[in-house]
């Protein structure tokens, strides 16, 4: 049980394309969702805060207008990258929770060429 | 805001060893603290939890302690095994609070044959 599914699993694409990211929990109904990004090497850096009908929640020195996040049901997330530029590549992973522990998906691998 | 710090970030150890991870965190409003395993390009996956209530927790080689007071926390690996060899996360959450993950900086855990 406890399934998080995120699609795609890679991206490459060009600068100033803009990319969607969807985050699924499969199983059970996520009263939260989190998105986290990961550079090379490092830890998981918690990007934002999603729930369900309401607008995300932002972590100090990520810009809400360039992750667009929406969480359109309890078993739907997504965090669009807008006009993504060769910094913005990373590995994005996002959580689903309905009680402790969160339930990662597999990851996003975003390339920007 | 939350704050986790993580030692060592590399770690070798040989095969049969104990392996010793520690954290600490300086909000006093987390009482949850899970430890991830996350090999490359993966998901993160849950290895251990314990609650603020609870001092230690123990799961077949894996064991956590917690000094609330002191706002530390450790993850014990005995007789290690190769295919432990992983980046082991440690993170904090204030479940009264949304839940969110601040994950420690990771170590890198390199288990000898």
């Known amino acids: 049980g406890a399934v998080v599914s995120q699609h795609p699993s890679w991206v490459i694409c060009k600068s100033g394309t803009s990319v969607k990211i969807e985050c699924r929990s499969l199983?059970?109904?996520?009263?939260?969702m989190f998105w986290y990004r990961q550079f090379p090497k490092q830890s998981l850096m918690l990007m934002a805060t999603s729930n369900e009908g309401s607008k995300a929640t932002y972590e100090q020195g990520v810009e809400k207008d360039k992750f667009l996040i929406n969480h359109a049901s309890l078993t739907l997330s997504t965090l669009t990258v807008t006009s993504a530029h060769p910094e913005d590549s990373s590995f994005y992973i996002c959580s689903a929770i309905d009680n402790q522990p969160q339930h990662f998906g597999d990851g996003t691998r975003l390339s920007i060429l | 805001g939350e704050n986790v710090e993580q030692h060592p970030s590399t770690l070798s150890v040989q095969e049969g060893d104990s392996a010793v991870i520690k954290c600490t965190y300086s909000d006093s409003a987390s009482n949850y603290f899970p430890w991830y395993k996350q090999e490359l390009g993966k998901r993160p996956q849950l290895i251990i939890d314990?609650?603020?209530?609870?001092g230690e927790k123990k799961d077949q080689r894996i064991a956590v302690t917690l000094n609330k007071t002191a706002k530390h926390f450790s993850l014990h690996i005995t007789e290690t095994q190769p295919e432990d060899s992983a980046v082991y996360f440690c993170a904090a959450s204030a479940t009264n609070t949304g839940n969110q993950f601040y994950f420690g900086t990771g170590t890198s855990l390199t288990v000898i044959p």
């Open positions: 314990i609650r603020s209530n609870v």
């Open positions: 199983d059970f109904q996520a009263t939260t």
